[in-house]
């Protein structure tokens, strides 16, 4: 039985968060590119853990603490700022990064592509200060961003009540570009078990119905009482792990996926274990927190 479940992702690209980011103007359309940046800049979170400072190249001037006036930006037309001039600014308004984006034209066919369903931005990240550039060995970082307005209205159900469908399209490329830089929440299915013919079996599954639901407290505290009254049930400490990821209890967690693969080491609890040990290394690096104390027992790192 599958249940949905939201668990943390880090940044795809970097995390930015605690830094500034100077946006400059994305290439491409302004009919397209002057509501994107101005969406995004609006976006920036602000939430304890994700906070993180977008600014446009245009605000950065005289104003700015420590700006030098001499500074002046060198383009060879007046939409396409030079990485180098651009640098040169984000250093004296102690930016950072900087992140460019620039909006790839649609090679679809015609036929598909009046029809305006799809927005392509490709986005790079450039380190700018000395301690960021440290962190990241200088490089540059980039990926693109590609929505359809099909996915993204089943995606984010609140933008179908928009009027304006390129407003909506434009918003959904924001809330899916905010991913590469700050850590998100995503939704994944997770794999409950199924008693058949145990103590507690009545119960257990009314907890998973519980959980299927979205509804984890009131399914953990169902499996709870299970375990109290039948502490010989592997399915009830199973569940309970998966409960403990849900509310962001990840020793918790993981001692209860080990309990269960000690009581019956099957392939699903395993698999459990796995899982739960993934969750937890995805949230200590979108969060940049250090190893628990326990380190790591079933798996490697990947960044």
């Given at each position: 039985m599958g249940a949905p479940i939201h668990v943390w992702s880090p940044p795809t690209l970097r995390?930015?968060?605690?830094?500034?980011?100077?946006?400059?103007?994305?290439v491409g359309p302004r009919e397209l590119a002057t509501p994107i940046h101005e969406k995004l800049l609006q976006a920036a979170p602000a939430d304890a853990g994700r906070s993180t400072r977008l600014v446009s190249a245009e605000s950065i001037n005289e104003s700015?603490?420590?700006?030098?006036?001499?500074?002046?930006?060198?383009?060879?037309?007046?939409?396409?700022?030079?990485?180098?001039?651009?640098?040169?600014?984000?250093?004296?308004g102690?930016?950072?990064?900087?992140?460019?984006?620039?909006?790839?034209?649609?090679?679809?066919?015609?036929?598909?592509?009046?029809?305006g369903n799809r927005l392509t931005v490709s986005w790079?990240?450039?380190?700018?200060?000395a301690d960021v550039q440290t962190q990241t060995e200088g490089r540059p970082l980039g990926k693109p961003v590609v929505v359809e307005l099909e996915s993204a209205l089943k995606r984010y159900p609140d933008l179908a009540l928009a009027v304006d469908k390129d407003a909506a399209l434009q918003s959904?490329?924001?809330?899916?570009?905010?991913?590469?830089?700050?850590?998100?929440?995503?939704?994944?299915?997770?794999?409950?078990?199924?008693?058949?013919?145990l103590p507690g079996t009545q119960a257990i599954r009314r907890g998973n119905a519980l959980a299927v639901a979205g509804r984890w407290g009131e399914a953990e505290a169902i499996?709870?009482?299970?375990?109290?009254?039948?502490?010989?049930?592997?399915?009830?400490?199973?569940?309970?792990?998966?409960?403990?990821?849900?509310?962001?209890?990840?020793?918790?967690?993981?001692?209860?996926?080990?309990?269960?693969?000690?009581?019956?080491?099957?392939k699903l609890h395993q698999q459990t274990l796995v899982w739960v040990e993934r969750a937890q290394r995805a949230y200590h690096e979108a969060f940049e927190l250090p190893d628990p104390p326990e380190g790591w027992s079933v798996t490697r790192t990947t960044r």
């Open positions: 995390s930015t968060v605690g830094h500034s980011v100077m946006v400059p103007k994305i700015t603490p420590g700006f030098d006036q001499g500074v002046s930006l060198v383009s060879y037309n007046a939409d396409d700022e030079s990485d180098l001039a651009l640098a040169k600014k984000a250093q004296q102690h930016i950072d990064f900087i992140l460019r984006g620039e909006i790839l034209p649609d090679r679809r066919p015609r036929s598909i592509t009046e029809a790079r990240l450039t380190p700018v200060s959904a490329l924001v809330r899916e570009t905010l991913p590469l830089i700050t850590p998100s929440v995503v939704r994944e299915r997770v794999q409950l078990e199924i008693p058949y013919l499996w709870q009482e299970v375990h109290q009254r039948y502490p010989f049930s592997s399915v009830a400490v199973h569940n309970l792990a998966i409960a403990a990821v849900a509310k962001q209890e990840f020793g918790q967690a993981r001692s209860l996926a080990s309990q269960a693969v000690r009581m019956k080491p099957t």
